[in-house]
């Protein structure tokens, strides 16, 4: 099986733009969450995705989005770029939304923010 | 609350050196799930193990081993004659769900570096 894919893996942009990062998780998985990891503040949890629904959401603005397509696919969207929004976003997917399944990351797309 | 710690912030070793990374863990629910993962330099998070509350054997897998203790809360990992590919982040995770961590509870990780 493939495992989880994301696009795309470096991205470089400026303050004020927006990106859109995408995340196609392992076949038959149909829970996608998303988290960002910066040297400072360690893997935090952005939101998880079930069935084409916003299951939870961490503690970040609103400028921070997601959504999930019928495929499982997920994107995530980050609107008026900060330069804080640096950071690795990794996607992970699982079966279910058990809390018990094991999560699979993908690679990851590592943002600049000039 | 629930919650991880990996008290070990960096390690480092000198190659064929056995090396046990320590995970501290919190946690009300009677099951639950620990894990570990491994991110190398490339930056994806390699899942390593899963272990459930309920069975507390000690898992070997070639040159990796797991303790898993209930009773002091903690779930040990061990690298074996430790290999320069060993070098990375290690991050043990806790089960469980609340609104601002998802499913996964992650410790702050603990950096590997083993030197030739």
């Known amino acids: 099986k493939a495992g989880v894919t994301q696009t795309p893996r470096y991205l470089i942009k400026t303050r004020g733009q927006q990106v859109t990062l995408s995340c196609s998780p392992i076949?038959?998985?149909?829970?996608v969450s998303w988290y960002q990891q910066t040297p400072g503040q360690g893997l935090q949890f952005l939101f998880e995705?079930?069935?084409?629904?916003?299951?939870n959401k961490g503690n970040f603005p609103g400028r921070f989005s997601g959504r999930q397509f019928s495929n499982s696919r997920s994107e995530m969207n980050v609107s008026t770029l900060e330069l804080g929004d640096s950071a690795l976003y990794l996607c992970a997917s699982s079966p279910s939304q058990s809390t018990t399944d094991t999560q699979y990351f993908g690679p990851g797309t590592r943002l600049t923010v000039l | 609350a629930q919650k991880v710690t990996q008290a070990q912030t960096e390690i480092s070793v000198v190659e064929k050196e056995d090396v046990t990374l320590d995970c501290v863990y919190e946690?009300?629910?009677?099951?639950?799930?620990l894990f570990w993962y491994k991110q190398p330099p490339s930056g994806e998070l390699v899942f390593l193990i899963r272990?459930?509350?309920?069975?507390?054997q000690n898992e070997i897998s070639g040159r990796y081993s797991w303790n898993f203790q209930k009773s002091t809360s903690s779930f040990n990992f061990t690298i074996t004659a430790s290999q320069v590919v060993d070098s990375a982040v290690y991050f043990c995770?806790?089960?469980?769900?609340?609104?601002?961590?998802?499913?996964?509870?992650f410790g702050q990780g603990t950096t590997l570096q083993v030197k030739p």
């Open positions: 076949s038959g998985h149909r829970s």
């Open positions: 272990r459930n509350s309920f069975d507390e």
């Open positions: 995705y079930f069935s084409e629904t916003q299951r």
């Open positions: 995770a806790l089960s469980g769900y609340s609104s601002n961590t998802g499913k996964l509870i």
């Open positions: 946690t009300r629910d009677t099951t639950y799930y």
